[in-house]
């Protein structure tokens, strides 16, 4: 048995013979021909039959994974009718006498430098569709009998370098039991449809190509990332079991897709998602989330050249707002600098960018930039739930000082004759330390806390994220770190406030019994993190949870808080 | 005749509506359709065409038809900018 190690890109675990999918060479030479007639014609009957084959995938997508997967194809389509493609391949063919493959190489290429030279990356992206409608007219141009993802017809696993948008298209779900890739993230394409079509499937394998012989017996484990190659038959026991298990607990979780947040003693806590765009909302919506409880607006501010209008936000806000149906959307205002920067702003670089010109510090002296944000989120804020929180406070003046601008907007804006909620609730990121020990001073004036856990870990023990070598400073459980959430939560209680928390630790299945036992109110964690934390929170008593927080922060170091809570249940 | 439009969508232009674009120009076989924007003149009935534009949130773009059925396809056009979210009419 070989194990190699990939990046986990669509869970669950698949156990099959290996499906090589290898691309063809396209070395492509020039030659000269003689009856270019002959040549165009080819041209056309390669066009013809990719047109035809194009058409069913396109109608198979539609038919399995929906109009949006489909749309994709239609593009496909057209642009292999496109005349800005089509007539300049059939004049070169003409006028210089030469191989259609040629032509169309050389054509298609200027097309792909267009692309990738464009400023949007979406536009950028389109380079891989230029190419994937190239190679299939290339196939049929040179002879190339490619066997595609669509015509396998027993079980198997598909291993590649990468997978196309149409080889993942024409997989079918019925014998494709998962694939695994040497190339690729999280995000890639063939990662996302892995996703949507619920393949198990690891990517980035860097070697699963060279390391695999067509018709060895494979295991995709897109769980933890492993690719098991010609396992004994205790490893296919044993995987086949965790399979059985993960199918059991997926089916639980999307039991609870639609049930509140309650735990075994019958208390009720808020699951909320953490988004950076408005496309992710469809991600909320499906693990059962009950608010947004971080829209993390600087992806608005970046892979741009300027700063985005107060037009671009409105639509992206109230894109969100209508979205989640009246369920609450915390925005957290912009938060730039640090390790995010926007180029086009031209800030000076920093010694210690943690420390520094950031978040609500840039906001409050490029008021330009916030006062457009705010009114963004103000005219947006009748179309659903709004909550704002401003990042980085670290004294209760700099609140104050972004409350003001706020209520100036507001005014301004009503006063101009437009319409603002007027039950927004206006809350503060809990980031630094500072913050968290004056939390009583800051919950007679803010609405509610949310408490930025990565931020105010590496704050609180004084160790850089980014440093390798303090890593092991990162201690979410250490007593020190949960000694500053109570104090943030009971503060916020004492007032009658509620406090959430939006940092890694929110959806830390270590972390949840501590939480719920501290008294945090609304858990904002990644999308896929919230059916199992609801089905851990489910399964927990928060009286029971309160005696284990009260007994952690009595312990003296992270790992005694690990052992506590480890041991519970046992 | 033309229309001019300011692109709403935070996307600009993308694959999907142009797609819609170029497939409402090319129902309409005898009138000419272009798309202009920042200096540049392309076919409305070549999504490679209208996706060179490189259309972002904010751009201007002008919708040109010339033919038999120039006030149809215009108009046919100008729905389709609408109810796909992209633009809106410059006034």
Request: some cysteine; glycine content about 6%.
């Amino acid at each position: 048995m070989t194990k190699i190690s990939g990046i986990a890109a669509s869970a669950g675990i698949a156990v099959a013979r290996a499906f090589i999918l290898e691309h063809p060479d396209y070395t492509i030479k020039k030659t000269a021909v003689t009856d270019v007639e002959a040549e165009v014609a080819k041209l056309d009957k390669a066009l013809e039959i990719s047109r035809s084959e194009l058409q069913q995938i396109k109608e198979r997508t539609l038919a399995e994974l929906g109009e949006k997967k489909a749309e994709i194809f239609e593009s496909h389509l057209l642009i292999l009718d496109d005349p800005e493609l089509i007539s300049p391949v059939k004049d070169k063919i003409r006028e210089e006498s030469v191989n259609a493959d040629y032509a169309l190489n050389e054509v298609a290429a200027q097309f792909i430098a267009m692309f990738e030279n464009m400023k949007s990356a979406y536009l950028q992206e389109r380079a891989a569709d230029m190419r994937d409608v190239t190679k299939r007219v290339m196939n049929h141009l040179l002879g190339i009998h490619y066997v595609s993802p669509a015509e396998i017809s027993e079980e198997v696993i598909v291993i590649a370098e990468d997978l196309t948008p149409s080889d993942t298209a024409q997989l079918n779900r019925q014998y494709v039991k998962g694939f695994t890739t040497n190339i690729g993230g999280r995000t890639s394409h063939s990662a996302i449809m892995a996703r949507s079509l619920e393949i198990p499937a690891v990517v980035g394998t860097k070697n699963v190509l060279s390391q695999v012989k067509s018709g060895d017996l494979i295991i995709v484990d897109g769980l933890s990332g492993d690719v098991l190659i010609n396992p004994s038959d205790a490893e296919v026991a044993e995987y086949s079991a965790k399979q059985e298990a993960y199918a059991l607990q997926i089916a639980e979780w999307k039991k609870l897709r639609d049930e509140p947040t309650v735990s075994a003693d019958g208390k009720q806590v808020e699951l909320a998602a953490n988004i950076g765009t408005p496309n992710d909302v469809t991600g909320v919506i499906e693990n059962g989330g009950e608010a947004v409880g971080l829209y993390r607006t600087e992806f608005l501010y970046m892979g741009r050249d300027k700063l985005p209008s107060e037009e671009i936000q409105y639509n992206a806000y109230r894109t969100v707002l209508e979205n989640m149906n009246g369920k609450p959307v915390v925005v957290r205002t912009l938060d730039i600098g640090g390790d995010k920067e926007l180029p086009y702003l031209d800030l000076p670089k920093e010694m210690n960018p943690f420390l520094g010109f950031r978040a609500v510090r840039l906001c409050l002296e490029r008021q330009d930039i916030f006062r457009t944000q705010l009114r963004a989120l103000l005219r947006a804020s009748v179309h659903g739930n709004l909550r704002i929180m401003f990042p980085m406070i670290a004294t209760l003046t700099e609140f104050r000082a972004a409350r003001d601008l706020l209520l100036e907007e507001k005014a301004k804006l009503q006063a101009e004759g437009q319409e603002v909620s007027d039950s927004i609730q206006l809350g503060i990121m809990v980031e630094i330390p500072s913050t968290a020990v004056l939390a009583d001073q800051f919950a007679k004036e803010v609405d509610f806390f949310s408490i930025g856990t990565n931020d105010l870990i590496q704050y609180t023990m004084a160790a850089d994220r980014m440093n390798e070598r303090v890593s092991y400073l990162y201690q979410p459980y250490n007593p020190a770190i949960l000694r500053l959430i109570k104090n943030v939560i009971d503060a916020a209680h004492a007032q009658g406030k509620w406090t959430g928390m939006c940092g890694e630790m929110a959806g830390d299945a270590t972390a949840i019994p501590l939480l719920l036992g501290l008294g945090l109110d609304e858990f904002s964690m990644s999308a896929t993190s919230i059916l199992p934390a609801r089905s851990q929170i489910s399964k927990l008593s928060v009286d029971e949870m309160k005696v284990l927080a009260a007994k952690a922060l009595d312990l003296g170091t992270a790992e005694e808080v690990v052992a506590l809570v480890r041991g519970i249940g046992n | 005749m033309q229309k001019t439009f300011r692109i709403i969508d935070e996307d600009g232009i993308h694959a999907r509506p142009a797609t819609a674009l170029v497939n409402t120009a090319t129902k309409f076989k005898g009138t000419e359709a272009f798309a202009e924007a920042k200096g540049k003149k392309v076919t409305l009935k070549s999504i490679l065409g209208v996706l060179s534009l490189g259309l972002e949130a904010g751009d201007s773009l002008t919708l040109i038809t010339e033919g038999s059925e120039e006030t149809e396809a215009l108009s046919a056009l100008q729905e389709v900018m609408i109810k796909e979210g992209l633009g809106e009419l410059n006034d």
